[in-house]
C-alpha cells in the first residue's frame, strides 16, 4: 500500500509537471512568434515611414500603444490575453511596466548582450497568469531618433538599446485546476489499481501460507494417538499396552480421586470398583473382541470420600502388520450426570405419584357421583317400602299378642333386618350428601370422655382412657365428629369379637401438638393385612359379608371436612391404631 501511494503520487506530480512544462514550452513558443510578428510589423512601419517621408504619420512609440490598447480594448474580459507594450521604468514613452515583476523582467533584459524572452507562471492581483516578456531592442536608427525626439528631456537612447519589452499576460487558473485534477484523479486510479493488485497477490500469498502452515499442522497431528483423542473427546486421556496395563494418564485423572501413578502397571479392574459382574462380563467380551466401547461407567471413591462416577471410552490399536497393541481413549467424570439422572427420575416418580393420586381422585368422584345419584334412588325407592313394611310388621305384632300367638322372633328378626336396610339407606345419603358443619368450641377431653360414656361396649371389652388435652378447646361440629369416634370404636369392637382376640382392650387417648389436636383409639384385634390397608378408605370397600363399604370412607370426610387427618397403622397379630389430628387454629379465630 505505501509502495502504491508513493508510486501513485509520484505519476500524478509527474503528469502534473509534464503538463505544466509542455504547456510553458508550447505558450511561450507561440506567444514569442506573436510578438516577433508584432516587432517586425512595426520596425518595418518605421523603415517604410522613412522611404516615404511622411511626417505625418504616427511615430513608431505611440503607434505600438495606441494599437496594443486598441488590440485590448477589443477584448471582452479580464479573463482573456491582455498585450501591452511596455517600456524601461523612468524612460518609457507611453505605457509604464504593469508591475514590479514586469518592470525587473525588462530591466534584466538591459543588462544582457542578447537578451531572451521570458516565460513564467505568476499571482497578479490574486490572479494565476502566464506571462510572455520579449524584448523591444532599438535595431532602427529611425526608430531611436523618433524616441528620442518624443522626450528630449530623458536620457537619450542608442542603437542597440533595450528601450522596453511586449508583454502576454494569459489567465491559466482554470488549466492549472484542470491539470492538477487530472493528475490527483490520475494518481488515485493508479493507487486503486495498484493496490488492488497488491491486494490480490498479497491474499494469494496470505492463502498460500495458510495452506502451508495447515499442511504442517496436520502434518504434526499424524500420529494416530492425538487423532484418536480428537475422535474421543472428553477429560483426560489414557493408554493401555498389549496386557491391558495402564501405560500412560494425563494430569486431569486427579479429580477422579487417583494419580496417573498411581494407574501405571494396573489393569482396569485393579482400580475401580461400583462394576457388577454382567457389566464387566460385557467390558470384557469388547476387550478380548478388540472393539472400540463407549460410556463404560464405573465408580471410584473421591479424596473427600465421595464416590465419584466415571464414563470411559476406548479404541484398539493395531501397528501397520495389523498387531494388537493395546487401547487409548478418553475419560470423564459424570458424577453430576449421574445426580441429575437420579433427580429426574426421582421427579418423574413424584410426578407420577401425583399423576396416580390425581386419577384415583378422579376416579373418587366418578365414584362419589355415580353413589349421589343410586343413594337418592334408593333412598326415594326403598324408604317408602321399608315404612310400609314396618307399619305391617307393627299391625302384624298387635294382631299375633291378641290372638296368643308365639311370633316374637321371626317378627323381630324382620325390624331388625328392616332398621339395618334404614340404617344402610342412611349410611348412603350422610356420604353422599356432604352436609355443613356447624361449628362450636368443644373443650375436646369432656366432650370426648361424655361420648364414650355413652357408648354400649360388648361384655369383656376394656376400655381405657388416656387424656393428655386438658382445657384444650377445638372448634368442631360435635354431631359430625361423634359419628367419627362412634364408628371407629365399632370398628375395633367389632374386629376384637369377631376375630375371639383373647385380650380385648381398646384404649382411647389424646394429646396436644405444636398446632393441632390429636384423637388416638387403639384396639388389640387381629389387624389389617398390608394388601387391604390402602384400600380402607375406598368407597364401598369392605371385608365384611353385610358392611355397606361406607363407615371409614365417611370418617375420612368428616375429619377432612374439619381440615384434619387421619392415618391408620396396623400389625398383623397385635392390633390397629387409628389417630386423628385436628387443627387449633378454628377454635382461636372463633375465640377472637
Not at 532602427?140 to 522596453?164: F, T
Request: negative net charge; aromatic residues 6%; contains cysteine.
Amino acid at each position: 500500500m505505501v509502495f502504491s501511494a508513493a508510486l501513485a503520487a509520484g505519476i500524478g506530480y509527474g503528469v502534473y509537471r509534464f503538463s505544466l512544462n509542455a504547456f510553458t514550452a508550447s505558450k511561450s513558443e507561440e506567444k514569442v512568434t506573436a510578438l516577433e510578428l508584432v516587432d517586425a510589423f512595426v520596425t518595418n512601419y518605421s523603415e517604410v515611414r522613412t522611404a516615404f517621408g511622411s511626417a505625418d504619420a504616427p511615430v513608431p512609440a505611440t503607434f505600438r500603444a495606441h494599437s496594443i490598447e486598441r488590440f485590448n480594448a477589443a477584448r471582452k474580459s479580464d479573463d482573456t490575453l491582455r498585450l501591452r507594450w511596455v517600456g524601461r521604468v523612468g524612460r518609457e514613452i507611453a505605457t509604464p511596466p504593469a508591475d514590479a515583476e514586469m518592470a525587473a523582467t525588462v530591466e534584466s533584459f538591459a543588462g544582457q548582450p542578447a537578451p531572451k524572452p521570458v516565460s513564467a507562471f505568476l499571482d497578479v492581483g490574486g490572479q494565476l497568469i502566464f506571462r510572455t516578456v520579449y524584448p523591444s531592442i532599438a535595431s532602427q536608427q529611425s526608430c531611436v531618433d523618433c524616441h528620442n525626439s518624443i522626450a528630449p528631456e530623458k536620457p537619450r537612447w542608442q542603437l542597440n538599446d533595450v528601450m522596453g519589452a511586449f508583454s502576454i499576460d494569459v489567465p491559466v487558473a482554470s488549466f492549472v485546476h484542470r491539470t492538477m485534477a487530472y493528475s490527483v484523479g490520475l494518481g488515485i486510479s493508479v493507487f486503486l489499481a495498484l493496490a488492488a493488485i497488491g491486494a490480490t497477490l498479497a491474499l494469494q500469498h496470505f492463502r498460500q501460507v495458510a495452506q502451508r502452515e495447515a499442511v504442517e499442522a496436520l502434518l504434526r497431528e499424524s500420529e494416530a494417538r492425538f487423532r484418536d483423542f480428537a475422535e474421543t473427546a472428553s477429560d483426560w486421556f489414557w493408554e493401555q499396552d498389549e496386557n491391558l496395563r495402564f501405560t500412560y494418564l494425563s494430569d486431569p485423572v486427579e479429580q477422579s480421586g487417583l494419580s496417573p501413578a498411581k494407574h501405571l502397571g494396573k489393569r482396569r479392574q485393579d482400580v475401580v470398583q461400583g462394576v457388577s459382574e454382567e457389566q464387566w462380563r460385557l467390558h470384557q467380551a469388547d476387550l478380548d473382541a478388540r472393539r472400540p466401547f463407549q460410556n463404560f461407567r464405573i465408580q471410584r471413591q473421591g479424596h473427600d470420600g465421595s464416590v465419584r462416577h466415571i464414563s470411559v471410552s476406548g479404541t484398539p490399536v493395531f501397528d501397520d502388520q495389523r498387531r494388537f497393541r493395546g487401547y487409548r481413549g478418553t475419560a470423564r467424570d459424570v458424577t453430576a450426570e449421574v445426580a441429575n439422572e437420579l433427580e429426574l427420575a426421582r421427579r418423574v416418580e413424584e410426578r407420577t405419584s401425583e399423576l396416580r393420586t390425581a386419577q384415583d381422585e378422579l376416579l373418587r368422584s366418578e365414584r362419589l357421583s355415580v353413589l349421589g345419584q343410586l343413594t337418592a334412588t334408593v333412598a326415594h325407592e326403598l324408604r317408602n317400602p321399608l315404612s310400609a313394611i314396618r307399619n305391617s310388621v307393627y299391625a302384624l305384632k298387635e294382631l299375633v299378642v291378641a290372638k296368643g300367638l308365639a311370633l316374637d322372633r321371626p317378627l323381630g328378626r324382620i325390624e331388625r333386618s328392616i332398621s339395618r336396610c334404614d340404617r344402610i339407606v342412611g349410611d348412603l345419603l350422610d356420604y353422599a350428601r356432604s352436609r355443613q358443619l356447624q361449628r362450636v368450641p368443644v373443650a375436646l377431653d369432656q366432650w370426648l370422655g361424655e361420648v364414650l360414656d355413652d357408648q354400649k361396649l360388648p361384655e369383656g371389652i376394656g376400655l381405657a382412657h388416656d387424656f393428655a388435652a386438658a382445657g384444650i378447646v377445638v372448634a368442631v361440629d360435635p354431631e359430625r365428629l361423634r359419628r367419627v369416634v362412634v364408628n371407629l370404636v365399632e370398628n375395633a369392637v367389632q374386629a376384637m369379637v369377631e376375630a375371639g382376640s383373647p385380650r380385648r382392650e381398646l384404649e382411647v387417648s389424646t394429646r396436644r401438638l405444636v398446632e393441632e389436636i390429636e384423637i388416638a383409639i387403639s384396639d388389640s384385634g387381629p389387624g389389617i393385612p398390608p394388601e387391604v390397608l390402602p384400600k380402607i378408605f375406598e368407597p364401598l370397600f369392605s371385608t365384611k359379608s353385610f358392611g355397606t363399604g361406607l363407615g371409614l370412607p365417611t370418617v375420612k370426610q368428616i375429619v377432612e371436612q374439619h381440615g384434619g387427618r387421619i392415618e391408620v397403622t396396623s400389625t398383623l397379630g397385635s392390633g390397629t391404631r387409628v389417630t386423628v389430628s385436628l387443627p387449633l387454629r378454628q377454635a382461636q379465630e372463633m375465640a377472637a
